[in-house]
């Protein structure tokens, strides 16, 4: 997606440890207008899947998420990080490392908002090491729900998640892929359009 | 809002601790087409202010905000919970007593995503003894922007966090407010409409 790697090229900020920071419009500050325009990407390359829900995991992948969901007029579920007082019932748990917070937590999700029937379209801002992904996978495998795709944002290409979900036979479509960064240039893998 | 007094009163559920489970459509999983509906009642009640970015805490509340952000073409900002990896630079901060995790925690906003010539909407899915916007006001005076008003989509009116944040003059609006709740009943605060 043009528009995005325009923006990720201006605004975005390399940071050592493999970061990339673009929390003025997608992480952090949220540019609505322009998530709208990502919505609607997501819409043009999944909207032919049987999608009945979009699965995404707390905390940036929710706005996103959202704004992607009206294009499909579907409910957005969201996995949570910690056990909460307000969650009882059957859960699902699946374990996650995070690379930016450097520790692994458990994903939760309430067993009653996931269904061997639902097709889930997972869609989140980050795709690198895969494993937030891996989770959710885990957690629609556990459900016995059908996976239509997973639906990225920006993907580290330089590390292994998307190539390793890819070659379980996923359709993971990511908006921007990264070549490779550093300090002063980002490149960008060439998509089809 | 008497749709969404309808949606508590047939899908809500009243847990012991004073806890109202609506985690099926606004907080765990997400009924965009409602959320839609409650957007634009924030947009009929805030819509006449200068509202220049809208301010919420993760997590529930940042798809209510991402959806209602659309109708004033304005940014949303999230508070963050927890120092990461990927928040560096200047910090505001403030502590906030979570009643349904049972804990203090800090949340955390860049100094870059908030000015003094910013109009702030605070939008959050819940209000009950005030901790989550009280944390939200803190940081918007350190940073010495204007509010313009607390929307809120439930507010428990039997604990005082509405009242004491009114009381400070400042225009909160919830588009529930409960008056009592029980394991067989749900009352409602009548409101203008």
Do not use: W
Request: proline share 2%; glycine share 8%; with cysteine.
């Amino acid at each position: 997606m043009k528009a995005l790697e325009e923006k990720i090229l201006k605004e975005g900020q390399v940071r050592p440890g493999h970061i990339l920071k673009v929390d003025g419009f997608l992480n952090h500050q949220i540019d609505i207008d322009f998530i709208n325009e990502i919505g609607k990407e997501f819409y043009r390359l999944f909207g032919n899947k049987p999608v009945t829900k979009i699965l995404t995991v707390e905390a940036s992948g929710i706005g996103i998420a959202c704004i992607t969901a009206q294009y499909f007029h579907v409910p957005v579920v969201f996995a949570k990080k910690a056990q909460s007082l307000n969650l009882d019932g059957s859960l699902y748990t699946a374990k996650v490392q995070s690379y930016t917070h450097n520790r692994v937590y458990d994903v939760i999700l309430s067993k009653k908002f996931l269904k061997p029937e639902d097709h889930v379209l997972i869609i989140d801002d980050f795709l690198a090491n895969g494993c937030a992904v891996n989770g959710l996978l885990d957690i629609i495998e556990a459900a016995g729900a059908s996976v239509e795709g997973v639906g990225i944002v920006i993907e580290k290409g330089f590390q292994s998640g998307g190539r390793d979900i890819r070659a379980r036979g996923i359709d993971v479509k990511s908006l921007a892929i990264i070549k490779s960064m550093s300090d002063d240039s980002i490149e960008f893998v060439e998509q089809e359009s």
